[in-house]
C-alpha cells in the first residue's frame, strides 16, 4: 500500500528538498499537499480524508506545529504526525509528544531513514531520531525533567537556556559559563538576556529565584 503523505512546512525550498526525499520512493510513498502553516494544513486535511500522514515541522506562522499536531489528533485521529524539524531540546520533544504526534526525525536525516520512519508509523512504531530518542528516555527515567519541560513551555526556554540559569544558580559568571558550555562568552550573555527578557526579570538574583519556584532548576 502506498502511504500518501502531507507536508506542514513554511519555508518553501525545504518544502521543495522534503518533496524530493519523498519522490525517491514512489511505489511506497506519495506526496499529496504542502501547507505553509497549521491553519491551512487543517484547512486541507478536511479536503482529502485520504491522508495516512504528517510531516510536522515546529516553528511556523500563524498556528506552530505543536498546536497544529493537537487538532489534528483531535479531528483526525487516524492520521499519523511525524515532526520534522531541527529542534531537539527536551521542551520540544515533551511538547511534540503531548500533543499527540507518534514519531519525531530531524530534517538532516537521509531519504532511507525517512521512509524508513514513515513507514514505521504507519505499522504503529514511534521512530526517533537517534538524538531525540536518547533525550526521551532520559524524560522517561527522570519524570522530573518533563515538569521542568513543561515549565519551561510556559516561558518557551530552551534547554541551553535552561542549562545556563542552572550554571547561573550555582554562582557561575559569564565566562565560566561559556567555558563549562564551550561556546564564546558572547552567547552565553545572549542567552542570559533571552532568558531575563522570557522571564520578564532584570537581574540574575530574580532568574534564578523565579526559576527556582517554577521547578526549571
Same mark, same amino acid.
Given at each position: 500500500?502506498?502511504?500518501?503523505?502531507?507536508?506542514?512546512?513554511?519555508?518553501?525550498?525545504?518544502?521543495?528538498?522534503?518533496?524530493?526525499?519523498?519522490?525517491?520512493?514512489?511505489?511506497?510513498?506519495?506526496?499529496?499537499?504542502?501547507?505553509?502553516?497549521?491553519?491551512?494544513?487543517?484547512?486541507?486535511?478536511?479536503?482529502? =480524508?485520504?491522508?495516512?500522514? #504528517? !510531516?510536522?515541522?515546529?516553528?511556523?506562522?500563524? /498556528? +506552530? &506545529?505543536?498546536?497544529?499536531?493537537?487538532?489534528?489528533?483531535?479531528?483526525?485521529?487516524?492520521?499519523?504526525?511525524?515532526?520534522?524539524?531541527?529542534?531537539?531540546?527536551?521542551?520540544?520533544?515533551?511538547?511534540?509528544?503531548?500533543?499527540?504526534?507518534?514519531?519525531?526525525?530531524?530534517? =538532516?536525516?537521509?531519504?532511507? #531513514? !525517512?521512509?524508513?520512519?514513515?513507514?514505521?508509523? /504507519? +505499522? &504503529?512504531?514511534?521512530?526517533?531520531?537517534?538524538?531525540?530518542?536518547?533525550?526521551?528516555?532520559?524524560?522517561?527515567?527522570?519524570?522530573?525533567?518533563?515538569?521542568?519541560?513543561?515549565?519551561?513551555?510556559?516561558?518557551?526556554?530552551?534547554?541551553?537556556?535552561?542549562?545556563?540559569?542552572?550554571?547561573?544558580?550555582?554562582?557561575?559568571?559569564?565566562?565560566?559559563?561559556?567555558?563549562?558550555?564551550?561556546?564564546?562568552?558572547?552567547?552565553?550573555?545572549?542567552?542570559?538576556?533571552?532568558?531575563?527578557?522570557?522571564?520578564?526579570?532584570?537581574?540574575?538574583?530574580?532568574?534564578?529565584?523565579?526559576?527556582?519556584?517554577?521547578?526549571?532548576?
Amino acid at each position: 500500500m502506498t502511504i500518501r503523505i502531507a507536508l506542514a512546512e513554511d519555508q518553501k525550498f525545504l518544502a521543495v528538498a522534503i518533496q524530493q526525499k519523498i519522490a525517491l520512493f514512489p511505489g511506497d510513498l506519495e506526496f499529496v499537499f504542502h501547507a505553509p502553516d497549521g491553519h491551512e494544513l487543517l484547512e486541507k486535511l478536511a479536503e482529502h =480524508d485520504d491522508i495516512d500522514a #504528517v !510531516l510536522m515541522d515546529i516553528e511556523m506562522p500563524g /498556528m +506552530d &506545529g505543536i498546536e497544529a499536531t493537537e487538532q489534528v489528533c483531535q479531528h483526525h485521529p487516524a492520521v499519523k504526525v511525524i515532526m520534522f524539524t531541527v529542534f531537539d531540546d527536551e521542551t520540544r520533544i515533551f511538547q511534540a509528544i503531548q500533543a499527540g504526534a507518534k514519531g519525531y526525525m530531524l530534517k =538532516d536525516e537521509p531519504p532511507e #531513514v !525517512l521512509r524508513a520512519a514513515i513507514v514505521d508509523i /504507519m +505499522d &504503529g512504531g514511534a521512530p526517533m531520531s537517534s538524538s531525540i530518542a536518547s533525550k526521551a528516555l532520559k524524560l522517561l527515567r527522570d519524570p522530573s525533567r518533563a515538569v521542568a519541560s513543561a515549565d519551561a513551555a510556559d516561558f518557551n526556554l530552551t534547554a541551553r537556556e535552561i542549562e545556563v540559569l542552572d550554571h547561573l544558580s550555582q554562582g557561575l559568571d559569564y565566562r565560566e559559563i561559556a567555558e563549562v558550555l564551550i561556546v564564546a562568552p558572547g552567547t552565553v550573555r545572549k542567552h542570559i538576556e533571552n532568558i531575563y527578557r522570557k522571564l520578564q526579570v532584570n537581574n540574575k538574583m530574580r532568574a534564578v529565584k523565579k526559576a527556582s519556584r517554577h521547578g526549571l532548576i
